[in-house]
């Protein structure tokens, strides 16, 4: 199976861990979305990000859009899982992603979107992935086995998912991260090869960036 398969899954799905949380109330008590200008402002730089030493190694503020390759949606309780995806990708009012690099960690993706109505099916997405422990899907004819698993995250409150594929070069994993400020969500994923021994400390690690991502999102929209 070629690499660029799971890759390309690993990038479609990394949106799956969306839990809604308490809303940021904005000027009047109404929580405000972010929209382009807010949402650029509001993204990491990479001095921001814990522990020091990360690159900005890449940055958009064009979300996904529907003219990229998507796999084949699993059926009954995967499908529904997966299939929140769409959902997540389209109808934003504001859009950033930053990505991070430091020699012996994982890549760092964190996205900054605001929404006019966030989906509906955000308020049961760990329950969703509870139903789907494991699956396949296919793409220009190769099967991918994968597993999704619900994940907290202590310190920034955020929850999420690990999603674990198989590649040719090993399994692979992506951990999601997700928290919303009212219509504003808050995306961080770390990738990188699967290894229990490094499972902790990735979790840790991306709590932290979510962690450190909520408190500017805060200030920039004036909490």
């Known amino acids: 199976m070629p690499a660029t398969v799971a890759r390309t899954l690993i990038r479609g799905l990394c949106l799956l861990g969306v839990v809604l949380l308490p809303a940021l109330s904005g000027?009047?008590?109404?929580?405000?979305?972010?929209?382009?200008?807010?949402?650029?402002?509001?993204?990491?730089?990479?001095?921001?990000?814990?522990?020091?030493?990360?690159?900005?190694?890449?940055?958009?503020?064009?979300?996904?859009?529907?003219?990229?390759?998507?796999?084949?949606?699993?059926?009954?309780?995967?499908?529904?899982?997966?299939?929140?995806?769409?959902e997540l990708e389209h109808g934003s009012a504001g859009y950033a992603k930053?990505?991070?690099?430091?020699?012996?960690?994982?890549?760092?993706?964190?996205?900054?979107?605001?929404?006019?109505?966030?989906?509906?099916?955000?308020?049961?997405?760990?329950?969703?992935?509870?139903?789907?422990?494991?699956g396949t899907l296919e793409q220009d004819g190769a099967t991918v086995p994968f597993t999704l698993a619900p994940r907290g995250y202590p310190e920034s409150g955020a929850n999420g998912a690990r999603l674990t594929v198989i590649s040719i070069d090993g399994p692979r994993a992506i951990d999601i991260a997700v928290a919303s400020r009212g219509e504003s969500v808050v995306v961080g994923t770390a990738t990188g090869p699967a290894s229990e021994a490094g499972e902790r400390e990735v979790t840790t690690l991306l709590d932290g960036v979510v962690a450190a991502q909520l408190r500017k999102l805060e200030t920039t929209l004036g909490s």
Do not use: N
């Not at 020699?103 to 605001?114: A, K, M, R, S, Y």
């Open 98 to 134: 930053g990505s991070y690099a430091k020699d012996g960690f994982p890549l760092i993706e964190v996205v900054v979107q605001g929404y006019s109505s966030l989906p509906s099916d955000l308020t049961r997405l760990t329950e969703i992935v509870r139903g789907c422990p494991s």
């Open 27 to 86: 000027c009047g008590g109404q929580p405000r979305t972010l929209d382009q200008v807010t949402a650029r402002e509001a993204l990491l730089a990479e001095t921001e990000l814990p522990s020091g030493g990360w690159r900005l190694v890449g940055a958009t503020q064009t979300p996904p859009g529907q003219a990229q390759p998507r796999p084949s949606l699993a059926s009954g309780a995967c499908g529904r899982a997966l299939g929140l995806l769409d």
